[in-house]
């Protein structure tokens, strides 16, 4: 088995002495299936080259199979922070059960590292006991228990049974909550990495089996979990909250095909985690202002009066955040996980900003792009010229979210301070300024 390590934007090629070198598909159909599926979807350019394969990552990181070849995709900081910046994002709690230096130290993947968290949260919730409640049973017994269902009783009295037909309350431990979680322990064991994590996820879930039915684990019965959610059951959130990341990323949906090909490992998104990031930031730092994700610009496009034979909606703008003070925007963000400070900004990034500048009406036509980097960089900023005279039309700003400093902002953030910094950095994200420093 050949192992291939790369980052999130980084290119691995079949360089003489490299383990790609000569490597093919030819002989794995379904390597070559899944190798399709991940270039069209964009998760990670596979090429099958003369002299082996090509690599050629996105923002998308996590572990998996490959024919005979494992491919590991490592995100920009790992470890500690990373994790941090993860329980930030999606709300989830900090259990303190291990140290920093255990990341430091440990080779795990990142879904080792997600898989490690809902562990912890899931021996957190046996610990304290899993949630139980009531179950309707309509049942025959000999010794009645809650009500006698005197309408059924009419109909069999007849029969001479020694049974009464009850209907009674019992409380139960096989709740949809319970199974939902049984299922995700399931999927954690098989996404997971580390041998010893597997063997404790596993034991976790022989735990919860003995009172909880297995269930498979899908996006409705994900959902339903979901609506049954009270404030009696939320210790369930964070488990939740995994379990769908988890369960988001395991099949990649092919064109022509009804089902979805299986990936032997685990992908995840990071443009997700960073837009949550950047959401969550922005509304708890940014003060009399309204932050909406994914708002949408209406009337950038129309349609002409008579000329829409198809009867089609006019497209629609959709960027990732709109600030709104009284009504009226002021700010339009994109958040882009690729490091535009250590490269360029592609063409389609440029064009899609520009069209949000555009569309916003007076003078300030400006929109910015939030992108991740661990590099001193600096705010940069695009004018968008009208071509025949050079008059300025509206501006792109490419602005940097450090996310080693954002970690240490957030460490920290009940001092008077580091509230003071991140409030300043917020509004510095949301409206730009002289100076981006935190």
């Known amino acids: 088995m050949t192992t291939i390590s790369l980052r999130e934007w980084e290119t691995a090629r079949p360089d003489p002495g490299s383990p790609l070198a000569q490597l093919s598909l030819a002989a794995h159909p379904a390597g070559q299936r899944l190798a399709e599926d991940l270039t069209k ?43 941090n910046l993860f329980r930030y994002a999606y709300g989830l709690r900090h259990l303190d059960i291990y ?30 006991g899993i949630h139980r409640d009531y179950e309707r049973l309509s049942v025959d017994l000999t010794s009645p228990r809650g009500r006698i ?52 996820v596993r034991r976790l879930g022989k735990m919860l089996a003995a009172s909880v039915a297995t269930i498979p684990l899908d ?27 988890l369960h988001g990323d395991q099949g990649i949906d092919l064109d022509e095909r ?17 837009q949550a990031l950047v959401s969550r930031f922005l509304r708890e730092h ?21 000329r829409n034979p198809c ?17 009226q925007v002021v700010a339009v963000l994109d958040a882009k996980y690729r490091d535009l400070w250590e490269s360029s900004l592609p063409r389609e990034m440029l064009y899609q900003l520009a069209l949000y500048a555009l569309g916003r009406p007076g003078i300030e036509r400006t929109s910015a792009i939030l992108y991740p980097t661990i590099a001193p960089a600096r705010e940069q900023v695009i004018a968008i010229k009208e ?33 003071e910094r991140s409030r300043a950095f917020a509004h510095w994200l949301a409206f730009g300024g002289p100076s981006g420093q935190q």
């Open 41 to 83: 979807s964009g998760r990670m350019e596979v090429l099958e080259l003369a002299r082996g394969l090509e690599l050629r990552a996105t923002s998308f990181v996590g572990r998996f199979s490959l024919g005979e070849v494992t491919v590991t995709v490592c995100p920009k900081i790992s470890g500690a922070p990373l994790l």
């Open 99 to 128: 140290s920093s230096v255990d990341f430091a130290a440990s080779p795990w993947s990142f879904q080792d590292l997600l898989v490690r968290q809902l562990v912890d949260e899931a021996g957190e919730i046996l610990a304290r």
């Open 149 to 200: 269902d005197f309408s059924r009783y009419v109909r069999t009295a007849h029969s001479g049974k020694t049974t009464l037909p009850c209907i009674h309350h019992p409380r139960t431990e096989d709740t949809v909550l319970n199974r939902v979680l049984l299922a995700g322990l399931g999927l954690a064991a098989n996404v997971a990495t580390d041998g010893q994590l597997k063997a404790h």
């Open 219 to 245: 996006s409705q019965v994900v959902t339903q979990a979901w609506r049954e959610m009270d404030r009696r059951t939320t210790a369930y959130k964070p488990s939740l909250t995994l379990i769908e990341l």
């Open 258 to 274: 009804s089902a979805s090909v299986p990936l032997s490992g685990f992908l995840f998104d990071m443009n997700r985690f960073f």
């Open 286 to 306: 940014l003060s009399g202002v309204d932050v909406h994700d994914e708002f949408r610009l209406k009337g950038v496009f129309s349609f002409e009066p008579g």
């Open 311 to 327: 009867a089609r909606r006019a497209p629609t703008l959709r960027p990732d955040f709109v600030v709104m003070r009284g009504g």
């Open 387 to 419: 071509p025949i005279y050079g008059m300025a039309q509206a501006r792109v700003a490419l602005r940097p979210v450090n996310l080693l400093a954002l970690d240490e902002l957030l460490r920290d953030g009940s001092s008077t301070k580091k509230r």
